[in-house]
């Protein structure tokens, strides 16, 4: 896997980065990251929301984690973002999302998570699930692979 990752201080709070090349349609990408019927396939257990600015979406790990964010940013096949609204308060603060580019026949996958308010020790096991958690994304859109979600970090 072609992953850099790294953790930035921003004006607003801390930020998580990883970019990773995936050898997949541009089309399909987008869905992955941004349908829920595909979403379940590398991350949330459930999960229910439509790609569409302002729509709400409902990740669902457990019912302690039973979690709420909105599309803030969108175009597709380009980005995708979700603001936090109802999570734990380390992520309630926070935006998640993917910009991704065509590049030779494959996809070119920026992903971030920012306005982390504090660099705990959530917040840098975040970073480190996020990584693993794009690994299963990439397996996902390149060989067909999903992770059971008792397996994934």
């Known amino acids: 896997m072609n992953t850099k990752g790294s953790i930035t201080k921003l004006n607003k709070g801390f930020g998580i ?35 569409e600015l302002g729509a709400e979406y409902n990740l669902y790990f457990s019912p302690e984690y039973n979690w709420y964010g909105k599309v803030n940013d969108l175009v597709p096949n380009r980005k995708f973002y979700i603001k936090m609204t109802k999570s734990d308060l380390d992520w309630d603060s926070t935006t998640f999302g993917f910009d991704m580019a065509e590049d030779n026949g494959n996809v070119s996958l920026s992903f971030s998570h920012r306005d982390w308010p504090q660099c705990n020790s959530h917040y840098r096991t975040a970073s480190f699930c996020w990584a693993m958690l794009l690994k299963g994304l990439k397996d996902y859109l390149e060989k067909e692979i999903i992770l059971p979600f008792e397996e994934r970090s």
Do not use: M, Q
Not at 18 to 45: G, M, T, Y
């Open 17 to 51: 980065y990883h970019d990773s090349i995936i050898k997949a349609p541009i089309e399909k990408v987008f869905r992955a990251v941004s349908e829920p019927e595909h979403l379940v396939n590398w991350w949330p257990l459930k999960c229910t929301g439509t790609p």
